[in-house]
């Protein structure tokens, strides 16, 4: 079994490759990452020695080097993790969202018809259903529910999605889908809200809370959603869409003082600062039809995972710091400087 995973120097898909490796260790995985500012090699150098492992430099929308790809590998399994994955980023700058997030999947599922790919699994998120108010705890998101996106970024995924089950309905190709909620866990890229509030905190520097802190989202560890995709490419049903998440609803005001407790930094550091422009209120996912189809259940509870992770950013400074030292102090002056 061969399976191309793209976006494998990120932050998901590579917690997705040392699962995959582990749990299936005749699998050979092949990561296709264009390395962005987002990719990080260094992630990738505990499996990069392994021969049933190959990194492959390229970008998702390059239809010449993902067709060499395919023709080289003839991979059985294609999981798209690749994509601008940062809300405010969109929010600066939309247009890089619509090539990778849009067009990149459409040259990934071409190059799945042109050598009989037996799964395309698009790795989507919940934020393709917009958002829910506050005062209805009984509303979830369901795979029934509508689209109805609110940022160039889930606008983008949003019609990732559309056009992965057009390709399903028009040509036959077999794809699934999965929308997760919100993933913390390690190598997590510092600029979303966890490592950053960590890495701010372990720095003592401002924790830059964005309006009231009153916005809601249902935080899942990591390996419980690589978990998931994994079932999903075995037991999973082609032309279905399955939600991933915890039950885990948490406001972002009380994951910041969280972390300033288990981290015993004062809240003092803790500042609002302009809203996000079109900031969704609430996400919640309604898992019950990959429970009760495929057995799914997540393994790990909050309160765990976020004290491993704590642990995890003290005991790999190293690569975070090297993170925050370069270019990103310019993206951190520009999306922070005067808000
Ligand atoms: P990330 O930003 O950490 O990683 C994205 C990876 O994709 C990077 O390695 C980057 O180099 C690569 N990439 C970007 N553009 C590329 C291109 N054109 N060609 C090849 N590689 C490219 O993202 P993440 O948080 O790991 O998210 C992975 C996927 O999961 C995304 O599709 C995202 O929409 C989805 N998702 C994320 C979350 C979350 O909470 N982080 C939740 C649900 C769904
Ligand atoms: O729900 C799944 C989505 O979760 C994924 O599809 C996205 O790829 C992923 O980035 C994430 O999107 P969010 O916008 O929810 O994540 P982010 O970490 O950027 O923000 C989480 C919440 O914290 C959100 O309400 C905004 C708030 N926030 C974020 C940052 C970076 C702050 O208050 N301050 C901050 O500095």
Not at 123 to 150: A, K, M, N, Q, W
Not at 258 to 283: A, F, N, P, Q, W
């Amino acid at each position: 079994m061969t399976i191309i995973v793209t976006g494998g120097a990120g932050f998901i898909g590579s917690n997705f490759i040392f699962h995959m490796l582990k749990v299936h260790p005749g699998w050979r995985i092949v990561c296709l990452d264009k390395l962005t500012y987002a990719g990080n090699i260094s992630t990738l150098a505990p499996v990069m020695d392994k021969p049933n492992f190959r990194f492959v430099r390229a970008d998702i929308c390059d239809r010449a080097a993902v067709d060499s790809l395919f023709a080289e590998e003839k991979p059985d399994i294609v999981v798209n993790f690749a994509a601008e994955s940062h809300v405010d980023r969109s929010i600066e700058d939309p247009g890089i969202f619509l090539q990778t997030n849009i067009l990149g999947t459409q040259v990934l599922m071409d190059a799945c018809r042109k050598y009989g790919v037996k799964r395309f699994h698009q790795v989507s998120t919940d934020e393709v259903y917009g958002d829910l108010p506050l005062d209805r705890p009984d509303l979830l998101f369901t795979e029934e529910t509508p689209i109805h996106t609110s940022s160039p970024y889930s606008a983008s995924k949003a019609s990732a999605d559309l056009l992965v089950m057009a390709y399903h309905r028009t040509y036959g190709l077999p794809v699934t889908v999965s929308r997760c909620s919100n993933n913390y866990g390690p190598y997590q890229f510092p600029e979303k809200l966890i490592p950053l509030m960590i890495a701010n905190a372990l720095n003592d520097k401002p924790l830059p809370v964005y309006g009231e802190g009153l916005n809601v989202r249902d935080w899942l560890y990591v390996e419980d959603h690589c978990r998931a995709i994994d079932l999903i490419l075995r037991s999973g049903k082609t032309g279905e869409i399955y939600n991933i998440g915890g039950h885990n609803e948490m406001r972002n005001i009380d994951i910041v003082r969280l972390i300033c407790r288990e981290l015993g930094k004062s809240e003092s550091l803790i500042t609002h600062v302009t809203d996000r422009k079109g900031h969704d209120m609430r996400y919640a996912i309604d898992p019950t039809k990959i429970h009760t189809e495929l057995g799914w259940l997540p393994e790990t509870k909050f309160a765990d995972g976020i004290v491993k992770t704590i642990r995890w950013y003290l005991d790999n400074r190293p690569w975070w710091e090297e993170i925050v030292s370069g270019e990103y102090q310019n993206y951190y002056r520009k999306m922070y400087g005067d808000r």
